[in-house]
C-alpha cells in the first residue's frame, strides 16, 4: 500500500504540487517582449496600435466569456429560482438587440478609423515627420540612408554618405531619421528589427523603402523574418544605437580597416554562406548597389533600368540589336547552369544618335557576338 504524508488536520500535503503551478512563469523568464517595449518611435506607434486595437476587441471578447460563465452558473438545473423564472416563450427584447449590434458596430467603426489614419501614419514609405512625441524632426535635418541587401544567407549594407559597406552589422545615430532602401540578390527575404520598426520585404530586382528613427543607444537584433532556405535561422545582424560622436567614430574605423567592395568582390560575397562574421569595406565601387537593383552587376548583362527604359519608348526591334552576348563560364558555374545549352540574349542596344553608345551605356559587354548594325 502506498503511504502519503500528512498535515496535523489529516490533511495530504504535496510539496511539489506549488512548484508546479509556477512552472509555466519559469518558461516566460527567458522571453524577451521586444515587441511591446521599442527603442524607435515607429515601433512605439506600431506598439499603440496593436495595444489599442487588442483593448478595443476585449470590449466585446470579456463581456461574451463572462456572460457565458454566469448564464452557466445561474440556469444550471440545481437552481430551483431559474426553474421558476422559465419562460419559454420569449423571443425578443429591443433593448438586448440594440446592445447586440450597437456594441460591435461602434468597435468595428473605431477599429477602422484607427486603421485609416495608422495606415497613413505609418506608412513606411512616408518620411517621418517628428523624432518621437513632442519633437519634430528639425527643418533641413538630412536623413541617414542605408541601402539593403539581402543576400544568402547574410546582409549587406552600404552608406552611400559615408562611402562604406558592412555585412552583418548596422549602426546607426541616435535621434536622426533613416531611410532604407531594401532589395535582394537572390529569392524573396524580410527586413526586420522589431526594436525600430516594422518588417520590409526585399525582393531582387525591386526596391522598397523604410524610413525609422532609433530614440535610445544600445544593441538590438535585426534578422530575416521570410524564409529563405536552409542558412535561414542564421541569417541575423546586430543593430547598434549609438550617438553622433560614435557613429562618426565607427565610420571612420571602418574606412581605416577594411579594403574594397568591388564587383567581382560582391560576386563572391554573394555566394551562398551561413553565420557570415563582420566585415567591413573602407570603399564601394561606384554603382555597385544600383547594378545590384538592376540585376546587372556581371559584365555582360544589360541592365533592367536600361531594358525598361527601351520598352517604355516603344522597343527598338531588331535593327537596334547591337551586341548579342552568353554567359561567361565562371558566371554559368556559379549559377549552377553547367551542363546546360548556352542561350544568347541581349546585352546593349545601340541607338540612332551614337552606335557604339550600347557598349559605352553598359560598359561591361564581354563575350560580345556583334549581329547588326
Known sequence: ML???????????????????????????GCNAVLLSPSGDVAVQQRNLILISTALMLLIIVPVIVLTLLFAWRYRQSNAQAQA???????????????????????????????????????????????????????????????????????LFFYPEQGIAVVNELPAPVDRPITFKITASSVMNSFFIPALAGQIYAMPGMETKLHAVINRPGEYEGF??????????????????????????????????????????????EKPSEREPVKRYASVAPGLYDAILNRCVEANRMCMKDMMAIDAGGGLGGPGTYNVASLDTATRARLGLEGLRPRNYVGAMCTTADASGALDLAGRATDALPLRR
Open 85 to 155: 423564472d422559465y419562460a419559454p416563450d420569449w423571443d425578443h427584447s429591443t433593448q438586448l438587440e440594440l446592445v447586440i449590434w450597437a456594441a460591435p458596430l461602434i468597435i468595428i467603426i473605431a477599429l477602422g478609423a484607427l486603421t485609416w489614419i495608422s495606415t497613413h501614419t505609418l506608412d513606411p514609405y512616408r518620411p517621418l515627420q517628428r523624432l518621437e512625441p513632442g519633437r519634430a524632426v528639425p527643418a533641413g535635418t538630412q536623413p541617414l540612408v542605408v541601402e539593403v541587401v539581402a543576400l544568402d544567407w547574410k546582409w
Open 224 to 269: 530575416s523574418a521570410n524564409y529563405s532556405g536552409a542558412g535561414f535561422s542564421g541569417m541575423r545582424f546586430r543593430f547598434h544605437g549609438m550617438s553622433s560622436g560614435d557613429f562618426d567614430r565607427w565610420v571612420q574605423s571602418a574606412k581605416s580597416g577594411g579594403g574594397e567592395l568591388g564587383r567581382e568582390d560582391y560576386l563572391r560575397l
Open 3 to 29: 503511504s502519503r504524508a500528512h498535515t496535523s488536520s489529516g490533511r495530504p500535503r504535496f510539496p511539489g504540487l506549488r512548484c508546479l503551478f509556477l512552472l509555466p512563469l519559469a518558461l516566460l523568464a
